[in-house]
């Protein structure tokens, strides 16, 4: 029994700390950007453009991860990309976590017309194609950090509800419910003291999922030119920007693809990891 | 067996909607589970309900400790009618009867530790001396006390349902309700529950009602058996006297299917 536990935790540790490692470097390098960018990142110069990475002929060390197409040094603008991105992430992630949530949350476990109400609502918004929709919302709001915050807490909120109902449901029917019942708990009460905390490891592991949504979703609006304005590098504008460029210079599409792919793997890693490392029951 | 009354329960019908039936408009028709229950239980007494599963046996429980609400006919809780209160009005009335439920894996919270699973019905309840009730409770089921730490998940069956049980008498309830208790053991703990709930009836003069199929089980409880059959008593005596002569057909074939141990001749 040991030995297996054992196991199962060590792995739980390297994927937890493997993610959270690479997500703390990038909180420091969006915090500490001004201090730790090589270069400006909106400055232009025309004659260093299209500069491949440091490890090939023709590089310039004061380049490290190369230019693009106007001469903009990469690594500056993925490190102020950074900055969108988690702020995204962050902002986006809880607000959607705990509206979606506490919705769900209130139709599992109390049913009867709260439960009608908000399904049908969660049915209907279903309804309408994300991408879609979130653009047309942009296209009403205007651009900007605020806009895409709401983007995705409006489009997102029915994927916390659903999972939260089902696993609310499926916890309010166990004996230890009836059991807080018979012992004089108040409905609400047994809400938030009994089915919370065992619906809590699915809330955070969606949670990083939903994390890790929000920086992708905010790529593909900057993708299509609806994020924050064009000046402000996102890893998104760098994506589709190195896209038009890609047979001359990969580096700048590569480089904030990877950036970002490693940061939605880590958030998802995190989630799973923490749920592994710190529930009373797999533990 | 003093005649001091504990439960009376005169005409108890409860209902459910029948949701699979229901029609697109309107409200669901209601299948009818108890069909008009008469019961009393004395003070004192360990009263075991049987039937075949669909009897009844469990949704009368629960109508006892007003988990759940009958349409009709009434429920006298020491003298006092629950039938119909309100929650809110039934609250501080909760300690004095409790239940221990049929699978201690689902009847006690996976994240809290034993402890804080004993400890929730005496904070709820306003008891003093939380932390002592809870050892002497730990002590009464025979589980040491260092358990008061661990998760339900790192213990046996046996001790889970020591647990559950634990939570019950931790109220020094007036009245417990059994609900299967050993269905979901294996023999010798089976035998170790029994034996320890037999004690505690000695001991703290519980009133119990202990809902089984197993009629082996009931016949070395309890003193009254009732059998229920489809939402109807068939019968409520004395147990020794319904094991004896049985009045209802019913009671017979329940009787009949006792698997009784039927050795080879190689074996004895």
């Not at chain 1, 017309?113 to 653009?135: K, T």
């Not at chain 1, 009994?194 to 809590?200: G, H, K, S, T, Y």
């Not at chain 2, 949701?19 to 028709?29: C, E, N, Q, Y």
């Not at chain 2, 170790?192 to 119990?208: A, D, F, I, K, P």
């Amino acid at each position: 029994m040991a030995d297996a536990r054992g196991l199962v935790k060590r792995r739980a540790g390297a994927r937890l700390w493997l993610s959270a490692g690479w997500l703390v470097l990038l909180v420091l390098v969006a915090l500490f950007a001004p201090l730790l960018a090589p270069q400006d990142p909106l400055m232009q110069d025309l004659f260093a453009a299209r500069l491949p990475p440091f490890w090939a002929s023709g590089a310039d060390p004061n380049f490290p991860l190369g230019t693009d197409s106007l001469g903009r040094d990469v690594l500056s603008r993925i490190m102020y990309g950074a900055r969108v991105a988690l702020s995204v992430a962050l902002i986006a992630g809880i607000l959607t976590c705990v509206i979606g949530s506490v919705l769900g949350l209130i139709a599992g476990y109390f049913r009867g017309w709260p439960d009608v109400v908000i399904s049908r609502l969660v049915d209907i918004w279903m309804a309408f194609p994300p991408v879609l929709f979130s653009i047309l919302l942009i296209a009403v709001m205007g651009t900007g950090l605020g806009s895409i915050i709401i983007a995705v807490v409006v489009i997102d909120w029915t994927r916390f509800a659903r999972v939260i109902r089902a696993e609310a449901m499926s916890q309010g029917a166990m004996d230890y419910v009836a059991s807080a019942q018979v012992s004089g708990r108040k409905r609400f009460s047994i809400m938030l003291t009994e089915i919370l905390p065992n619906v809590m490891p699915t809330i955070v592991v969606l949670l990083t999922l939903e994390m890790g949504i929000a920086v992708i979703v905010e790529a593909i609006l900057s993708f299509v030119n609806l994020s924050i304005s064009t000046d402000d590098p996102t890893w998104g504008s760098m994506i589709a920007e190195g896209r038009l460029s890609i047979h001359q210079a990969w580096w700048v599409l590569v480089f904030p693809l990877i950036a970002l792919f490693l940061t939605v793997l880590s958030l998802s890693q995190l989630g799973e990891g923490l749920k592994d490392r710190f529930d009373p029951v797999l533990r | 067996m003093s005649d001091d009354v504990i439960y009376e329960i005169e005409n108890l019908r409860l209902s459910f909607p029948d949701m699979a039936h229901k029609p697109l408009f309107g409200a669901a028709p209601r299948i009818e589970i108890l069909k008009g229950i008469d019961m009393r239980i004395a003070r004192g007494d360990v009263v075991g309900i049987v039937g075949g599963s669909g009897s009844g046996k469990s949704t009368l429980g629960r109508a006892m400790i007003r988990l759940l609400e009958p349409d009709s006919g009434s429920i006298r809780f020491n003298g006092q009618d629950i039938t119909h209160l309100e929650e809110t009005a039934l609250r501080p009335m909760r300690r004095r009867f409790q239940m221990i439920f049929q699978d201690p894996m689902s009847s006690l919270n996976p994240r809290q530790t034993v402890g804080s699973i004993i400890a929730g019905p005496l904070k709820l309840q306003g008891f003093d001396r939380v932390s002592a009730r809870v050892d002497q409770a730990l002590d009464h089921v025979g589980l040491p006390r260092r358990f008061r730490s661990r998760y339900p998940h790192e213990l046996s069956g046996g001790q889970r349902q020591r647990v559950g049980i634990a939570r019950a008498i931790a109220t020094e309830p007036d009245f417990i309700l059994a609900d299967e208790i050993v269905s979901g053991l294996d023999v010798s703990s089976q035998a170790q529950v029994l034996n320890l709930l037999e004690q505690l009836v000695r001991e703290l003069g519980l009133t119990l009602a202990f809902i089984s199929h197993d009629l082996s089980v009931i016949r070395r409880l309890c003193q009254r058996t009732m059998v229920l059959y489809r939402g109807e008593v068939v019968e409520y005596r004395d147990t020794r006297a319904l094991f004896e002569a049985p009045e209802a057909e019913y009671t017979r074939e329940l009787l009949d299917a006792i698997p009784l141990p039927d050795l080879e001749q190689v074996w004895a």
